[in-house]
């Protein structure tokens, strides 16, 4: 039973019994008052004061959610149901980013805006900052690279030998509270403030990322990779040796998970195969590496280093399909007729010998006719051509059936050998990085289908239907460029709006509100569909080297083509797969926001040898109390209207715009706008512009053609 289906329902009538419970659910008495227990064990229900009951938190005017705190010392916990203002005196020894259970002072029933004050901290475990030690008169210092959290001051027995200036990783043992600073040990030392890499690491420690595995990880992987794949292992598979198969993947990548193959079939219609590393046959479940594995969720990908879900020994070595060796594959094969559409999929566990290490440069330069390379290649230049053609016309039918594309550009940051960022600009996205997306798109796509329709235990990716009110919202701002969305928003509409918008002066604009107003993807055993991909069921199961989603899948899948997965394996997975799902959303949250917080430095410090000089940016974002401009390199910053001289700026929340009380100019989300850097903060990565008004102009942007999105990296979908 999906929690969440509990909660709306305990929401809607504010008490529920526990024979409310037992005849909602179909739940037997002792279910019930586990269940009971559990919510307000969680902080998600309160006991209800007469009989035998629980409230919703709405019901006792409470909210849970995250903390987050603002320079000026306020904050706001964000939560599902809306954010509630909290005053600086009433956080009290709450952190950034902590689980907290707020009571309400004023809620949004008389139009106000919701205000609270923290009640209980939620947050468990130990907690760990980065930060800069700092010798003062009354003592030593960390001073918290997050200055929510301020000072935190060290005893003689808590120092381990850190040095002034260090960075270092320290273990708060006593929160402060009004002028009493915190109290902690220093657990780690870093490096030196400004040697190579030392802040790229700190983000990493301040997200809990941790680079190296422990002893048992790193003795059981040594173990595993030594296992050599015996005759009766190949002889239970299909193997396709004799197949043209190869992978493409970015110039860097080391972890290779994913391979393709194409054939024509007698009767005109294609077989693509889609062979994924069969990570499943090394990493058993409950094993250490297995255990490891679900506590990272994800690789992290951080500009100069990658922080892998599995040691080098199989991310890198025998589950990579690397060139010319033997690999264990799980295959999805698929019969795709010439205009595209998949007419039917077929799973088996396989072992493929890839021929080639394609990366997506020289498949791009052979579509594009250099022929030196098809030359080098010849024996899959055809299987190459072919795919890139397949490619689209299976991209055609996507679109048809209202799948959203959203061109976002997206960063390449360069960096030297002393981690200084030397260039940051458009990572180009050619026709073999659409072909592999496409491709890997259809595979998870057949793999969820099938076992939606099974009704087998399973993850799925689902990307649930937009908030109403967010798309009431998002209306009212297209039509602010013209655009007109009628009645209920559906996907077919907003990739319409994308299409026509293509190309023109508003583009990036509409791509970066829309996608901001619809729901995040994540992992559930419910299947719910993916808005995005206009998809009835999706998953991911292309990537187990680096997504532990995939893992997990990937066994089921082992079980079920074995004839293996009878009721009490069922009922094993209906068990674990609640857990997998929630502890894979959350870290693959904290990855994202780790690698944007690693980008957002460097393109801080990128732009900061820039103070003083102009540029031609976009008015990417407008606030109450600040305009954002994007340059075309993909760097935004800051105008605090209070900084914006000559009139006194007015914000229009309904049409994304501030309007000058004296003058009545208008500026607006998607304008152009000449901005000079005036001050930049690497360490908070803000970036503070002004606003060059005598020259700003709404031109249109000149469109430089091509698709620039994404990365070497797979979308998260």
Not at 22 to 33: R, Y
Not at 51 to 71: P, W, Y
Not at 230 to 242: D, G, H, I, N, Q
Not at 311 to 330: H, I, Y
């Amino acid at each position: 039973m999906d929690n969440k289906e509990i909660l709306e329902y305990l929401d809607k009538r504010g008490v529920a019994t526990a024979g409310d419970l037992k005849e909602k659910f179909g739940m037997n008495d002792e279910q019930a008052h586990g269940l009971m227990k559990q919510l307000v064990k969680d902080r998600e229900a309160f006991s209800a004061k007469k009989g035998d009951a629980v409230c919703s938190l709405r019901a006792k005017g409470r909210v849970k959610g995250v903390l987050s705190i603002k320079q000026g010392g306020f904050g706001f916990v964000l939560s599902d149901d809306g954010d509630v203002f909290i005053r600086k005196k009433d956080i009290k020894a709450a952190f950034d980013g902590d689980r907290v259970l707020v009571k309400l002072k004023v809620d949004s029933c008389d139009g106000r805006r919701r205000e609270g004050k923290i009640e209980e901290i939620l947050s468990d475990g130990v907690q760990t900052v980065v930060g800069v030690v700092k010798r003062r008169k009354n003592g030593l210092f960390v001073v918290a690279d997050n200055r929510s959290i301020g000072n935190i001051y060290i005893k003689k027995n808590g120092r381990n030998g850190a040095e002034d200036g260090q960075v270092v990783l320290a273990e708060i043992i006593r929160r402060g509270d009004g002028d009493a600073p915190h109290e902690g040990v220093i657990r780690e030392i870093l490096g030196v403030k400004g040697e190579p890499g030392v802040d790229i690491l700190a983000i990493a420690k301040t997200f809990g990322l941790e680079e190296a595995f422990h002893g048992k990880v790193v003795r059981e992987a040594e173990q595993v990779s030594r296992i050599p794949i015996e005759e009766k292992e190949l002889a239970r598979r299909e193997t396709l040796f004799s197949k043209l198969i190869f992978t493409i993947d970015g110039d860097d990548a080391k972890d290779l998970d994913d391979a393709v193959s194409l054939e024509r079939l007698k009767n005109g219609n294609l077989l693509l195969g889609v062979h994924i590393a069969d990570v499943s046959w090394y990493v058993s479940y409950g094993s250490e590496l297995d255990k490891e594995a679900l506590e990272r969720g994800t690789s992290v990908y951080l500009l100069d280093r990658v922080i892998p879900m599995l040691p080098k020994q199989l991310s890198n070595g025998v589950c990579s399909l690397n060139e010319r060796e033997v690999r264990l594959t799980m295959s999805c094969f698929m019969e795709v007729s010439p205009h595209g559409k998949v007419l039917s999929h077929r799973l088996a566990e396989t072992a493929i010998i890839s021929r080639h290490r394609m990366t997506y440069h020289n498949v791009n330069a052979i579509l594009e006719g250099d022929d030196a390379l098809r030359a080098k290649y010849r024996d899959i230049a055809k299987s190459i051509a072919d795919m890139a053609k397949l490619a689209v016309a299976m991209r055609k039918i996507r679109m048809k059936q209202g799948s959203i594309d959203f061109d976002l550009d997206e960063a390449r940051i360069s960096l030297d050998a002393g981690g200084r960022p030397t260039d940051v600009s458009l990572r180009e996205r050619g026709a073999a990085e659409r072909m592999i997306e496409e491709f890997m798109i259809a595979a998870n796509n057949a793999v969820a289908e099938e076992f939606f329709y099974k009704d087998i235990p399973f993850l799925y990716r689902i990307h649930e239907a937009p908030d109403p009110d967010k798309m009431r919202e998002l209306t009212i701002f297209l039509s602010n460029f013209g655009y007109r969305l009628h009645g209920t928003v559906t996907n077919k509409m907003l990739q319409e709006v994308l299409t026509d918008c293509e190309g023109r002066r508003e583009e990036a604009i509409i791509n970066k509100v829309s996608l901001r107003s619809l729901k995040k993807a994540r992992y559930s055993t419910e299947n719910k569909g993916h808005f995005g991909l206009a998809s009835l069921a999706y998953s991911h199961f292309t990537s187990p080297i680096r997504r532990y989603p995939d893992l997990q899948i990937h066994r089921i899948i082992r079980e079920y083509l074995r004839g293996e997965l009878d009721e009490k394996r069922k009922s094993h997975y209906a068990r674990i797969l609640p857990e997998v799902a929630a502890k894979s959303s959350d870290r693959e949250k904290r990855a994202i926001e780790a690698e944007r917080m690693v980008d957002d430095i460097k393109k801080a410090e990128y732009i900061s040898r820039y103070i003083g000089e102009t540029f031609d940016g976009v008015v990417s974002g407008v606030t109450g109390s600040a305009l954002f401009v994007e340059l075309p390199n993909t760097v935004e910053g800051v105008i605090p209207l209070k900084t914006m001289r000559g009139d006194y700026y007015e914000y229009n929340r309904e049409m994304y715009c501030v309007i000058g009380e004296r003058t009545r100019e208008k500026i607006s989300l998607g304008d152009s706008a000449k901005i000079r850097v005036e001050r930049v903060d690497v360490d908070t990565a803000r970036v503070e512009f002004s606003l060059i008004q005598e020259k700003r102009n709404k031109k249109k942007r000149p469109y430089k053609g091509g698709r620039k999105k994404k990365g070497k990296r797979e979308k998260r979908r």
